[in-house]
């Protein structure tokens, strides 16, 4: 009596139908499964077994990015935003805007052209916030001079009805 043998995937069907190895085709490794004792007439072919190397797969890491939080938000924006809108007018040289952000208040009694003349030796100004409390505007001011310098000031702001009404600046340096 001539067997039969017929190979399929990683199984291998007998003669009698008994299926000797079982596996997912095309789902990685093959999975044995319980060999069934086949009768001493029946010959098991089993395909050669093949190692794969382990292999070292490289995945780049993430890119990382420093994310930096946002300042914490200054309490009473508006007031704060009016001082920072007054040396914003400062800086762009727009006298008229400055003077009506409080510049007449802070000029005590003298005229637009006396108030532009009194920055005619500053180059730039710096304003920060550092809170607010109230009415009043706390900040840190650098100040650029013409000549090279830096005039450093801390101090407050009095803010009212969108103006600056009052100031109590002191010179650091």
Known sequence: MAMKVKNWAAGTIMAAGTLA??????????????VVAAPPSTIVVQPPV???????????????HTIYPAPAPVPAVPLAQTVIA??????????????????????????LASYAKGF????????????????T????LSARQTDGS????????????????????????
Do not use: E, H
């Open 120 to 135: 005619a030796t500053t180059s730039w100004a710096a304003v920060t916030v550092t809170s607010v409390s109230g009415k």
């Open 50 to 64: 093949v190692a794969i190397p382990p292999q070292t797969v490289y995945a780049a890491p993430p890119t990382t």
């Open 150 to 173: 830096l005039r450093t000031f801390s101090g407050s702001y009095t803010v009212s009805g969108g103006a600056i009404t009052g100031a109590n600046m002191k010179r650091i340096s």
């Open 86 to 111: 007054y040396y914003d007018a400062l800086n762009r040289g727009d006298f008229p805007t400055a003077w009506n952000l409080g510049g007449q208040r802070l000029a005590k009694g003298g005229t």
């Open 137 to 140: 505007v706390y900040v840190d």
């Open 21 to 34: 190895a079982c596996a997912v085709p095309n789902q990685g490794t093959a999975t044995p499964a319980v």
